[in-house]
């Protein structure tokens, strides 16, 4: 039984996570924990405490952030599918006419989560399909946590003799007003109390900082509550379930019988945005390929993960860049394997 601390990310302004590319008009899908770490990171170096920070990130996971809704005195916190098949059927429909709904599944509230990643074969409502969410109960008047938009901006040179230039930005969109609200949250994972609190603290900074783009115009700004919550040993695992990105060492590579597991990897880089000298953010941090929150593996051996260096190699006189791939990883049941 794994005690862990969540935090919830509330009164999230707007939010855009680049993925990569100098464009702006389509974002990052997910907030990953390797993101979440990463600038957890960078605040800390701000601060002056460098020479430390591959053995701070290798003291704590992070879970990947997930959504969550509040309505009325209601709090539904959103799981991320494991990945295969789904054990679920919906009532009064054969599989070929809920077959597609159900890949459309990203997330699933953690009622059902729990039981699903316990072994348990579930009958559900038409009602509690939701494109990408699966509900605890039947509600024909859901709307998802996040909205996605695009808008149309300027971009205005300093240049007099160049021509302003128009560009799409997509934001993602929260919900906050007095009927519901809604937002980001993660689970945290630490060696110790001392660390626990220490991210913490990184984590309220970081909310009014700001992650993302557009920070300066007020994008990716929060506040934090946190809570305790726990896991459920479940009975008669027999496979593991991550909820973060992770990058496994050499050794753990045969252990993790990828062959008969289910996963998705995703390729990680982009500019090194994060440094607090402003002369390297133009540059782009090595790639790394890392598994993804959802991916099942066919073991019940503890992940370890590791942290890496996605410094250039070219460039001797930058800093470490450091990205973690520590996992925060539950032992379920399932038949898919």
Not at 31 to 38: G, N, Q, R, V
Not at 189 to 195: C, L, P, Y
Request: proline share 4%; hydrophobic share 40%; charged share 25%.
């Amino acid at each position: 039984m794994a005690t862990l601390r969540l935090i919830r990310l509330t009164a999230m302004s707007p939010l855009h996570i680049g993925i990569g590319r100098d464009t702006y008009d389509v974002a990052a899908p997910a907030l990953h924990s390797d993101t979440l770490s990463a600038a957890l990171a960078a605040i800390r170096a701000v601060q002056g405490k460098v020479d430390d920070l591959q053995q701070f990130l290798d003291s704590f996971a992070l879970s990947s952030a997930f959504p969550y809704a509040v309505k009325g005195e209601n709090t539904t916190l959103f799981m991320p599918k494991p990945a295969g098949k789904l054990n679920v059927a919906v009532k009064g429909l054969e599989e070929k006419d809920y077959r597609k709904s159900l890949k459309k599944v990203k997330y699933i509230a953690l009622p059902v989560w729990r039981q699903l990643v316990a072994g348990d074969a579930l009958q559900v409502e038409q009602d509690q399909l939701h494109g990408a969410y699966l509900l605890d109960k039947a509600d024909s008047e859901f709307t998802p946590p996040m909205k996605s938009v695009v808008s149309h901006r300027v971009a205005v040179p300093r240049e007099d003799n160049k021509d302003a230039e128009p560009f799409a930005f997509e934001w993602t969109f929260f919900k906050d007003d007095e009927h519901e609200k809604s937002g980001l949250f993660c689970l945290l994972q630490a060696d110790s109390d001392e660390v626990a609190d220490e991210v913490i603290e990184l984590f309220r900074e970081l909310g009014e900082q700001g992650i993302g783009s557009d920070r300066n115009v007020g994008g990716g700004h929060f506040n934090i509550a946190t809570e305790q919550f726990e896991f459920v040993n479940c009975a008669g695992a027999n496979a593991t379930m991550l909820l973060s990105s992770y990058i496994p060492t050499e050794e753990e590579l045969t252990m993790l019988d990828v062959i008969n597991s289910r996963y998705q990897l995703i390729k990680r880089g982009g500019f090194i945005s994060g440094s607090n000298e402003d002369q390297w953010r133009h540059l782009r941090k090595n790639t790394i390929y890392m598994f993804t929150a959802g991916s099942t593996f066919n073991t019940l051996q503890p992940l370890k993960g590791k942290v890496v260096d996605l410094r250039p190699a070219w460039n001797d006189n930058l800093h470490h860049v450091w990205r973690s791939g520590k996992p925060l990883a539950i032992n379920i049941k399932t038949t898919d394997l």
